[in-house]
């Protein structure tokens, strides 16, 4: 698991560094910069000419380094500077007399398109900003864009928002290659951050361990040792009952589909067993597609519930008065943890207002605007803080489904980075519903099977895309992948 950090909490870890254990503000940018020079050296040539383009702050400051250090292995390195240098840092101030001290040249802004320099290295904001580019600004930065050079940025792409990833304005730095300092940045893991800044390598920039844990990040995402630490074990001395019972309530008269993707997913998942509550007339191509299933109509749900240790409900499921009556006996006369899913959680926001802790809530964009009343664009703008906040008032588990899909318990919010956009297809959300209520019906708690169940579904699509490229990939195609994903997981493990 990796944390992840706003800029109000990554200034916090900066600044215990520097008041609370002594370590002076120059050390670390000169450690910063020693990070970035090494990385550049790395990957090109002493014939490479580096423009290190500088804002008046610490981020500037940063830059300045860059260039000396790279000057001073022989490298041909230069700064321009932009903004009013009345407004300099302190740092900044002592950065550029060190530079002009080993005759690093300083040039004016028009070296950024005149294409002399092969890689152009963004300091002009890292963290600080939090308003929308504009003036010089926005223009440096459109030339830096259409420049053709290689682009790097320290520590956020400028123009980016630390936090959420938003773009501030109208434009930001396009980078190849962000190295950011000490610890990882939410803005450039969320979307469309992410696009903009490109590889992201976190340096070591010497925070000692105490400052970084002084602060309490309630954000992160999973690499693949957490995978094989939440996949649910399988005892040899086990049986069917063992892996739980999902009931799964799904389809219409017109859309069997749902219903088919999630009862297999499920059972994929490692479910013992799993019922499928739907019209009669969808019988047939149930057991066609998943012989393995019980059968049972709507009108079986209370029998059926009792069952059951896990309910999905949803998926295809219709909108109207009698799925509305078979989402709200879920919800009203269960006890068992329950995903909703699709028409389910629309039915969810007519019926009832609070949930509890059993319920997990898997709403796409629209579906959480009508949940949520929010507008799509404030969702995503927004994603961190209001997953977290819907979490809160519903008491429940949300996954707000995106190509960074958040998933909250109200407390805490995972960022799910497996996944690529060949899995923007329907059925999908289904089978990331079936997955789930696997999981869960292995005794796994609602919100860490959530996380799981959406690192598998991503890790899956991934995987398919790998031997089918992403256009055209089904959402069949992400079941047959997760028996892959599991297998190759545990080789690595006996490696």
Request: charge should be negative; include cysteine; aromatic fraction near 6%.
């Amino acid at each position: 698991m990796k944390h992840l950090y706003l800029a109000k909490e990554a200034k916090e870890i900066d600044q215990h560094a520097i008041r609370t254990i002594g370590i002076p503000s120059l050390v670390l940018m000169e450690k910063a910069a020693m990070t970035v020079a090494a990385v550049l050296m790395a990957r090109h040539t002493d014939q490479t000419r580096f423009l290190c383009v500088c804002g008046t702050g610490n981020n500037g400051g940063d830059g300045v380094a860059v260039a000396r250090i790279l000057h001073e292995h022989g490298y041909k390195a230069a700064v321009t500077v932009i903004g009013q240098t009345d407004h300099m840092t302190q740092e900044m101030k002592s950065q550029m007399s060190i530079a002009l001290n080993c005759e690093v040249p300083f040039l004016s802004s028009d070296a950024v398109s005149n294409g002399e320099f092969d890689v152009l290295i963004d300091g002009l904001f890292g963290i600080g900003l939090s308003r929308p580019i504009e003036g010089v600004y926005k223009k440096i930065i459109q030339d830096m864009n259409e420049s053709g050079a290689l682009l790097y940025s320290l520590d956020v792409p400028s123009g980016i928002h630390a936090g959420s990833g938003q773009v501030l304005g109208e434009t930001a730095v396009r980078a190849v290659c962000t190295i950011t300092f000490g610890v990882n940045k939410a803005g450039l893991i969320l979307v469309p951050g992410c696009e903009y800044a490109g590889e992201v390598i976190v340096g070591d920039i010497g925070f000692p361990k105490g400052s970084v844990d002084s602060v309490n990040s309630r954000i992160y995402h999973y690499e693949n040792e957490d995978f094989r630490k939440w996949m649910p074990k399988r005892p040899f001395h086990s049986h069917k009952g063992t892996y739980g019972k999902v009931l799964v309530i799904a389809g219409s008269e017109t859309m069997a589909g749902a219903a088919c993707l999630a009862a297999k997913a499920a059972y994929t998942a490692g479910a013992g067993l799993v019922k499928v509550l739907s019209t009669i007339n969808n019988r047939d191509i149930l057991l066609g597609y998943v012989p393995e299933i019980l059968f049972g109509v709507r009108e079986d749900i209370k029998e059926a519930s009792k069952w059951a240790d896990v309910i999905v409900v949803g998926p295809g499921l219709g909108l109207d008065d009698k799925a509305q009556e078979l989402v709200q006996y879920v919800i009203e006369q269960t006890k068992v943890p329950v995903v909703i899913d699709g028409d389910g959680i629309t039915l969810c926001k007519r019926v009832a207002q609070k949930l509890s802790n059993r319920f997990v809530l898997t709403p796409h964009k629209k579906e959480m605007s009508v949940l949520t009343g929010y507008s799509v664009n404030e969702l995503q703008e927004r994603i961190l803080d209001l997953t977290r906040e819907t979490a809160r008032e519903w008491d429940c588990v949300i996954a707000q489904k995106d190509t960074r899909t958040v998933v909250s318990d109200g407390r805490e919010c995972y960022v799910n980075v497996s996944g690529n956009q060949g899995m923007a297809t329907g059925g999908s959300g289904d089978v990331l519903a079936g997955i789930l209520g696997g999981v869960m019906a292995q005794k796994m708690s609602p919100f860490e099977a959530a996380k799981f169940a959406v690192y598998w579904h991503g890790l899956s699509g991934d995987w398919a895309a790998k031997e089918k490229g992403p256009h055209g990939l089904l959402a069949s195609d992400l079941i047959e992948s997760m028996s892959k994903v599991a297998v190759m997981m545990q080789r690595e493990e006996t490696k």
